[in-house]
């Protein structure tokens, strides 16, 4: 019997040997050509051949969805293009997989201004100047204060906005109240008709109107 199974593995040896081979050309292969997406990626993107270079990226990404590098030059790409929120996107990708990364942050704070989303680029530079080079800490400061800064003055104009009456609108409520000034009530016009004095054809046309009974009767009794 353990003649047979050494004969039997003997006999299958060359088999093994060579199916263990094709699985490590098959991911030799796959792995180079991955790298070539990359190599061809970066190539078009210094080329500024930015659209092949996204296919090429992409590519990438399938085989490898952790590649924050590839991350970056997307970002980078659509930050050229100034399409912000595809830069925003693929920033915090490589961030969620390489945490901490300088490079990513800040260029993570500075998408988010371009987009107008100042309250996310000043929180971004305020979580990277924790852990950042001290040698960096003032030039993180000093753009923190000049975010502040727009964030404040855009509060200010809004207020302004909000207490300043448009032109149009003005325009319009002084023509409304123009045009009521010059309304008067339906009662008081009715009071007023009554107060007019009575024409005399009117008076006469009245006095030839024929007496009622009653009327008749106390005439008589008086005369």
Not at 58 to 65: D, E, G, H, I, T
Not at 84 to 110: D, E, F, Q, T, V
Not at 138 to 151: L, T
């Amino acid at each position: 019997m353990i003649n047979q199974i050494a004969r039997y593995n003997l006999f299958n040896k060359p088999i093994f040997i060579f199916l263990f081979h094709i699985l490590i050309i098959s991911l030799f292969a796959a792995e180079t050509n991955d790298y070539v997406h990359y190599r061809l990626g970066l190539k078009y993107k210094n080329e500024k051949k930015f659209e092949p270079a996204i296919i090429e990226f992409r590519k990438v990404l399938v085989a490898y969805p952790d590649n924050y590098n590839t991350y970056m030059h997307l970002a980078e790409i659509y930050d050229f293009q100034k399409r912000h929120r595809l830069a925003i996107y693929n920033l915090k990708k490589a961030l969620s997989y390489n945490p901490g990364w300088g490079k990513a942050k800040k260029m993570l704070a500075s998408s988010y201004e371009k987009n107008g989303q100042y309250p996310n680029a000043m929180k971004e530079l305020q979580e990277y100047q924790q852990y950042c080079d001290p040698a960096e800490r003032d030039s993180i400061q000093s753009n923190i204060d000049r975010i502040m800064k727009i964030i404040k003055h855009g509060e200010s104009e809004s207020e302004k906005k909000e207490e300043t009456v448009p032109e149009n609108e003005k325009a319009l409520a002084d023509k409304t109240d123009s045009g009521s000034a010059g309304k008067t009530d339906t009662k008081t016009i009715i009071s007023k008709r009554s107060e007019i004095p009575k024409k005399p054809e009117d008076m006469k046309k009245k006095s030839k109107l024929p007496l009622k009974e009653s009327q008749k009767t106390s005439f008589k009794k008086n005369s």
